[in-house]
């Protein structure tokens, strides 16, 4: 097992830039996660660690060796494809054997150890068969079986469960995480699922456009975004964006007044765009929200759809007569609208009028110039204060 | 209502069975409107055989394509099989009694099989046709497999403009190259001479391997970048990050699940030397053991006074039989890698 390191990566082609000077470390034994939406350069990033693609500048390390100019077969990586990959010539036995024959381990170490990695993967009884006769999720095992037996430094996987069906995709992924866990391993894992994302990483790296965003931990991607990306990017449904302009004691957005002191945002100032990002579940009805330690003024909105999904009701709320009839636009960046999660046994009926308020310490505020975030949670000591804030001198 | 089982007036328009019924106006034809598609029994009363075999042919089309089918099977079959057959008789008929041979040979004399090995050693014609068709095919397949992996996988710039050169060099008449390759087969290399003795590649089977797998090869460029460019990357990948070098993964990977492009080419190619006339006939002076192929071979029971025409018939068919063996064995392997290499993208 090993570190890798990656040094100022860019990758062009022709003109177009694929990978823009991405920097990160992966620390041995972790399981890193690249996410990001198609084309963000997150399979070309993989590919440079790989060996499959040579980066046009910066340099890769793999423990504390730079393998930039090594062609994949000496770095001691193993690769887990999208598409599987398994050579259809071979069967499953001569497929999972295919890297220790070709380094010439005697037959009967190579019969062992293959032995052991389809264990792993529960393969047994399955070593003569072909590629084509197996299942998707039986191919994909010995996909991975095929990674594992050669002990490899750094398990990279491309996006191994999109081929996989529903059910059988959040299967394998318990399974990936078991075998994260018993092989120690240092996995980079590539996904455009977010979930997978969530649920699997030590570290998520957020890419979009061919630039790192953000790399942390799940939960610090969920609750601090550093941008507008990461922050639209990671859950769903997507948190609400409401464009607004910073004034005097507060942001002031088409429908609704936010009372906060601009002078704790900095990098921006009095008339500035500032846009407020809250997430489904931070938005409550009035009179569910007295266990909130900080809502805001009561919000006027009128309830339009309701999708009920089972544990939770996703209600989408317009903010104005002027929404009305322009659903058509994603209700995550209209201005005018906003979504709400609440528990199914809530009380509430389309085309309803209700007063909504939103959790304070949940807020997020970004510059709407940059995209950058300027402050999570609008509640801390000073705010908690009575008379210091601008809201509670307005009301 | 009429009665459906009255006799039908040929130029009654109305229609016979249904006039109650709103009739389609374009079934009123100008003939007068038999209604010889509707109504079969009725209908074949007032029509002659001709009539008769095109209303069914329109009706059931697949008979008569079956028809055409056989036509020109058989018109196919009988000009490529019937001069065969015409060779056998020749052979079969002793010599000195070859008139009027049309189904049936003059008498019967199956020894000519034997006697073409006796006359001359027709045997090491064929050995030398053999490494010479052989050697080619393994140069072509070796050298195409290359560029059919740059051309099929691999972006470069000039890649199409390269690859219409290459194509255009097959259009190329043999003859054109003919006098400088001559030229240069008959100059003494002096690092030539361990293997040749005089130092000239004329009469080796250089001298024919050469210029023929040139030839040849763009045929075989062509079909193998068309098999290795449906290769899916990720096989490729996945043989490189498994401890291969984009050559290895191009012998363990791509070329074996591309065996029935590598079949067609290589058997292609064994076939066009082999039965190769231009070069075979000049880049040797015909001797057996200066490499000659069996064109030479049959050309040599051409005597000064005599043709030993039966036995050049004879010999012809021996030369024939490798090739039509060959020809059988690997279509079943190109059959058999068609449905066995099902690959999952």
Redesign the interface.
């Known amino acids: 097992m090993a570190r890798v390191r990656l040094e100022n990566i860019t990758k062009r082609y022709g003109d177009e830039t694929a990978v823009d000077d991405i920097s990160l470390e992966v620390e041995d034994g972790e399981f890193v996660t690249f996410v990001g939406p198609s084309g963000c350069g997150k399979s070309t990033t993989m590919e440079t660690v790989?060996?499959?693609t040579e980066p046009t500048e910066g340099r890769v390390y793999i423990g504390d060796d730079d393998v930039t100019g090594l062609?994949?077969?000496d770095r001691g990586?193993?690769?887990v494809?999208?598409?599987?990959?398994?050579?259809?010539?071979m069967d499953v036995y001569e497929n999972i054997s295919?890297?220790l024959r070709?380094?010439k381990y005697d037959d009967e170490e190579v019969r062992r150890r293959v032995e052991e990695a389809a264990d792993i993967v529960q393969l047994e009884g399955m070593l003569d068969r072909m590629?084509?006769e197996m299942s998707g999720g039986q191919?994909q095992r010995v996909g991975i079986a095929?990674a594992i037996v050669?002990n490899p430094d750094v398990f990279?996987m491309d996006e191994p469960l999109a081929n996989l069906d529903a059910k059988l995709r959040v299967h394998m992924r318990t399974e990936l995480q078991r075998l994260h866990r018993e092989l120690d391993a240092t996995v980079i894992y590539v996904t455009h699922d977010q979930a997978e994302a969530m649920t699997m990483s030590n570290r998520i790296a957020v890419l979009n456009d061919g630039k790192l965003q953000q790399i942390a931990p799940p939960l610090v991607c969920y609750n601090e975004p550093t941008n507008l990306f990461v922050a639209g990017f990671i859950g769903s449904p997507s948190m609400n964006f409401v464009e607004g302009t910073l004034v005097e004691g507060g942001l002031e957005t088409n429908n609704f007044t936010i009372g906060l002191d601009p002078g704790r945002l900095s990098g921006v100032s009095i008339g500035d765009d500032v846009t407020l990002g809250v997430r489904p579940e931070d938005v409550h009805l009035t009179q569910y929200a007295d266990s909130l330690a900080a809502p805001t003024d009561p919000i006027d909105a009128r309830t339009d759809v309701l999708e009920p999904m089972g544990d939770e009701v996703f209600v989408y709320l317009l903010l104005s007569e002027a929404a009305e009839g322009s659903m058509d636009q994603d209700p995550a960046t209209s201005p005018n609208q906003l979504l709400m999660s609440v528990t199914p046994d809530t009380e509430i009926e389309a085309n309803e009028d209700v007063d909504v308020v939103l959790d304070r310490s949940k807020i997020h505020l970004f510059d709407t110039a940059t995209g950058d975030a300027l402050l999570h949670g609008l509640t801390d000591r000073s705010e908690r204060e009575p008379g210091t804030t601008p809201t509670e001198a307005d009301s | 209502m009429s009665d459906p089982n009255a006799p039908t007036d040929p130029n009654d328009t109305r229609g016979t069975d249904d006039g109650d019924r709103p009739r389609d106006p374009t079934l009123h034809r100008p003939d007068g409107g038999t209604n010889v598609l509707k109504e079969g029994r009725d209908a074949e009363l007032d029509r002659g055989p001709l009539q008769q075999w095109a209303a069914d042919s329109i009706q059931n089309p697949e008979r008569v394509y079956r028809a055409l089918f056989y036509v020109a099977a058989i018109f196919f079959l009988f000009t490529t099989l019937f001069p065969f057959y015409w060779l056998l008789m020749v052979a079969l008929t002793p010599e000195g009694q070859l008139q009027d041979i049309v189904f049936t040979p003059n008498g019967f004399n199956p020894g000519a099989f034997v006697e073409v090995f006796e006359v001359i050693p027709f045997h090491v014609y064929m050995f030398n046709s053999f490494v010479i068709a052989l050697a080619s095919t393994a140069v072509v397949l070796v050298i195409a497999s290359l560029a059919g992996y740059a051309f099929g996988r691999l972006e470069f710039p000039g890649r199409t403009p390269l690859m219409l050169l290459v194509l255009i060099i097959s259009f190329f008449p043999p003859a054109a190259f003919f006098i400088p390759l001559n030229d240069l087969f008959n100059t003494s290399f002096f690092f030539l001479r361990p293997i040749t003795g005089d130092g000239t590649l004329y009469n080796t089977p250089f001298a024919l391997v050469t210029p023929l797998s040139a030839i040849f090869m763009p045929l075989a460029i062509f079909i193998l970048t068309t098999f290795y460019s449906q290769i899916?990357d990720?096989?490729e990948?996945?043989?490189?990050?498994?401890?291969?070098?984009r050559l290895?993964a191009l012998f363990r990977?791509i070329i074996?699940?591309s065996a029935p492009g590598v079949a067609t080419a290589g058997v292609l190619t064994f076939i066009a030397v082999y039965n190769e006339f231009f070069f075979s006939f000049l880049m040797t002076d015909g001797q057996p053991q200066n490499w000659a192929p069996i064109l030479d071979g049959i050309l040599a029971y051409q005597g000064q006074y005599e043709v030993l025409y039966h036995l050049m018939a004879a010999a012809s068919i021996i030369g024939v039989i490798p090739v039509a063996i060959l020809v059988v064995v690997a279509q079943e392997k190109i059959v058999s890698g068609l449905t066995?290499?099902?690959?999952?993208?």
């Open positions: 790989a060996g499959l062609a994949p077969k990586v193993a690769m494809f999208q598409n599987i990959a398994l050579f259809p010539h295919f890297g070709l380094r590629p084509a191919q095929r050669r990279l | 899916p990720g096989l990948d996945a043989a490189r990050v498994e401890g291969t070098t290895g990977v074996p699940l066995a290499g099902a690959l999952k993208e």
